[in-house]
């Protein structure tokens, strides 16, 4: 049987998203033919979910960042747009296909980088916070549909920069 | 700009799903190549939808039926499987993809059609009645989850029967 890891979906042609995938779900991965899995957290990943993707040449790319805080949170902490526009350039690189976008919960930086990825394939706000509301639920954070809409699509649109140039 | 309809969602390959396509929503389904509508609506489809569909040449199949209705609904009313069953058949033939999914809110007959599937597809019951919520919200119906919960996925993998059969 099939166990989608918590929040799944489909997010566009080749692109996933979901919370983090627990040990049990890595099995479902493999049935969608997940080649990348695009993980937005900053801590280091599992080693027995590493062993999975290698045997099964699955590439992980980390673009691990901070969720946005609101105003009132001591750290005051707001994602990056650049590892924001970054990530986006992965999930519009066909090469990668199909592949994951996670991070803990599927609520909020993986909301924020969807919400930013409608932005840039022209969806209407309405929509884009609706999609984002729908999975963020009772814990949907302003901060968050507030970094979307100050996102500059033009960023992520610029052809990546290569280490050496 | 895209203005997706209420609701929308990809569910998988080919395949979407929304609330009933306001008119303003009818470009967006042209920028997605939508080839098919499957609608879950008894209604008589607004003319000036047909005239769109007819000139981007979208194919309307129409299943149309009633959502469940709880026990204490004087209706008592219950959604037929052998249509949703049929419905399925029509999700699976590639032929019709990508097809949009739609029923009034997008949230029961849609959310009904779209669990079955996932029962089809063998998805596990959790992540199947999370999708479910997902959509439905606030408006989330027990008897929805009952109806997926008995639906019989051997009657959605028959060959479809012929008229003159």
Chains 1, 2 share one sequence.
Not at 98 to 122: A, F
Not at 139 to 152: C, G, H, M, P, S
């Amino acid at each position: 049987m099939g166990e989608p890891p918590e929040n799944f979906s489909m997010v566009w042609k080749g692109i996933y998203r979901s919370g983090f995938p627990a040990r049990r779900n890595l099995p479902f991965l493999r049935t969608i033919g997940v080649r990348s899995v695009l993980c937005l957290c900053p801590e280091e990943y599992p080693d027995s979910s590493l062993a999975f993707f290698e045997s099964n040449g699955i590439a992980l790319i980390q673009h691990g960042m901070d969720g946005n805080k609101a105003p009132d949170d001591r750290t005051g902490a707001f994602m990056a747009p650049e590892i924001v526009a970054r990530a986006i350039g992965v999930l519009l690189d066909e090469s990668t296909h199909p592949v994951l976008i996670h991070c803990n919960q599927g609520k909020h930086r993986t909301g924020c980088l969807v919400g930013c990825l409608r932005k840039v394939q022209r969806w209407s706000s309405v929509a884009t916070f609706e999609e984002y509301r729908r999975f963020a639920g009772a814990k949907a954070r302003l901060v968050d549909l507030q970094f979307i809409e100050l996102f500059d699509t033009a960023t992520a649109l610029q052809p990546p920069q290569r280490a050496n140039s």
